[in-house]
């Protein structure tokens, strides 16, 4: 009788143990995800069509679209060309940029 309450006791302990360690590890935090690489800019003439699709509401048709009517001079022109509408221009004019072409070198050779 002496040796089964011990063991018991023993048993008892033991899952006491191994609840508290279980509770332990589920409680850990696990460390938090690494950020999303997103462009804070994008050049409307040299972007790819997944760096388009990084704007928001701008999908894979509208990403191509963009690509098909390259070039663009400034980023209303989305708007006028009816690429995008009003409220996805709203949403992406402060992300899109058009940097300035290098103007072409003229030489003159005497």
Do not use: H
Not at 24 to 52: G, Y
Not at 55 to 68: P, T
């Amino acid at each position: 009788m002496r040796i089964f309450c011990c063991l018991k006791l023993a048993l008892t302990g033991l899952s006491i143990l191994m609840a508290t360690s279980t509770v332990a590890i589920s409680q850990r935090q696990l460390p938090a995800p690494a950020p999303s690489i997103v462009p804070r800019w994008v050049d409307l003439n040299f972007a790819t069509k997944q760096q388009l699709m990084t704007l928001e509401g701008v999908n894979a048709e509208i990403a191509e679209q963009i690509v098909r009517g390259r070039p663009y001079k400034s980023a209303a022109e989305l708007k006028e060309r009816k690429v995008v509408d009003e409220a996805v221009y709203d949403k992406i004019k402060t992300r899109v940029i058009i940097p300035p072409q290098p103007r072409k070198l003229l030489l003159q050779i005497a």
